[in-house]
């Protein structure tokens, strides 16, 4: 994998795909989003939604082989459901419970638990951990959904896209990351492609500054349409929203069209000066350099000199990839807004006002998003799916399913 993660803690966004490996939550999502039971085996709540029992799943183990508790259960929720009341009880048949209380009604608390509260309960224990180095994971013997397929997985950090292909190609490993150039190279030599949802948000940052000209001026001049079918191998979705359509509903909303007159008519209201900036972006990223390079192409039909520069920690604007961490659409607003530098959106109750925090956090052009693209991997063709996806929506690994021809599933 590219990313190369210090810790293998949930709250790390490099540690995203890994998480699945190790830890579990009360509640699950599926792929169409419905919450589904995971460490809590069932649950229910009053009419109000302000009170929730959750009732654990019986004989699960932590991977130190200690029994999972209600009393573990509320320690780990503690910190990460602020403002509510978290306490044990026991059910009925004397299975551990936990009780969830606020004085406001909680009607989107499961989506909440799918996201907080990780418990080390997953199909894998993790075994060795060199931080930005790799990690490795032995089978769960004892885990509650039945002991996985694979013996190990070794995983290897900070490896770039085209070195991963390689070693896939070699037989060195036989599940890499790929970019949308490499699909077919990928698939013409047999290997299978796992995709996630569009859940990738390509966007440039920009410092901040108080003419926001400029960078209404650059977004105006770039062509998406363009990128997307030749650079992006029409993978993913053009877009200047932030949050995906899949997901809001009204990313459409925002146009992407490119508006050339409208961009050269801004920049020579500019003095001289202020036609010039600085574009990076980190190599690692998934076809960073000719995006980059497409985007200052575009800035100079518009009269912008664009230079870029690759990571340079002073450019005046960052081509950056950030990923969806949350099914929910206001936390993953919130997040998207925090990892861009952006100013924390208003709540939101409904699809109007979440769209009306979405619309004032780019008002100014300190964020234009450019694409939603998928997490992609590749597979060699001994590695074989038993049943389920082999990457969430979200573009986790659910490796449990997984096995290797030659062996028995």
């Known amino acids: 994998m590219r990313a190369a993660p210090a810790s293998l803690d949930p709250a790390t966004p490099d ?4 998480t699945s490996l190790v830890f579990e939550t009360l509640v699950r999502v599926d792929e169409a989003g419905a919450p589904q039971p995971c460490l809590a085996l069932s649950w229910q709540h009053d009419a109000t939604a302000k009170r929730w029992q959750f009732n654990l799943r019986p004989g699960t183990k932590l991977h130190d082989g200690s029994g999972l508790t209600a009393a573990t259960v509320v320690a780990a929720l503690e910190a990460a459901l602020p403002g509510v009341t978290i306490s044990a009880t026991a059910a ?4 551990d419970a936990v009780i969830i209380r606020a004085n406001h009604p909680m009607p989107d608390l499961l989506l909440d638990l799918a996201h907080n509260g990780w418990l080390d309960t997953g199909p894998f224990r993790q075994t060795a951990f060199e931080p ?3 990690a490795e994971f032995a089978a769960n013997d004892d885990y509650w959904g039945g002991r996985p397929f694979l013996d190990a997985i070794n995983v290897q950090f900070g490896r770039g896209l085209r070195d991963q292909l390689a070693d896939l190609e070699l037989g060195k490993a036989d599940v890499v990351e790929a970019g949308p150039a490499d699909l077919h190279r990928a698939s013409s030599h047999g290997r299978t492609i796992w995709s996630s949802a569009a859940v990738s948000l390509v966007a440039l940052a920009f410092n901040p500054a108080p003419d926001a ?3 209404e001026a650059l977004a105006l001049s770039i ?3 363009a990128m997307h079918a030749v650079l992006l191998q029409k993978q993913g979705e053009p877009t200047a929203a932030l949050l995906p359509q899949w997901i809001s509903g009204y990313a459409f909303l925002f146009p992407t069209a490119q508006d050339l007159p409208r961009a050269r008519t801004l920049a020579n209201d500019l003095p001289p000066a202020a036609r010039a900036l600085t574009l990076t972006y980190d190599p690692a990223m998934r076809a960073a350099r000719p995006l980059a390079e497409r985007v200052a192409v575009n800035a100079r039909d518009a009269g912008i000199n664009v230079q870029v520069s690759p990571q340079n920690p002073h450019a005046d ?3 950056v990839e950030v990923r969806l961490a949350s099914l929910d659409p206001e936390h993953a607003l919130a997040a998207l807004a925090a990892a861009l530098g952006l100013p924390a959106p208003a709540g939101s109750g409904s699809a109007a006002a979440l769209y009306e925090s979405e619309r004032k956090l780019l008002e100014d052009f300190r964020a234009v998003p450019l694409f939603q693209l998928p997490v992609l991997y590749a597979a060699s063709s001994r590695v074989r799916v038993y049943t389920g996806p082999p990457v969430t929506r979200l573009g986790d690994w ?3 399913n997984l096995w290797l021809s030659g062996t028995a599933p």
């Open 15 to 18: 540690a995203a795909p890994l």
């Open 92 to 95: 009925a048949g004397n299975v």
């Open 317 to 319: 604007v960052r081509l």
């Open 132 to 134: 930005g180095q790799r």
């Open 223 to 225: 062509d998406r349409a």
């Open 398 to 400: 659910r490796f449990e």
């Open 213 to 215: 000209r400029p960078r």
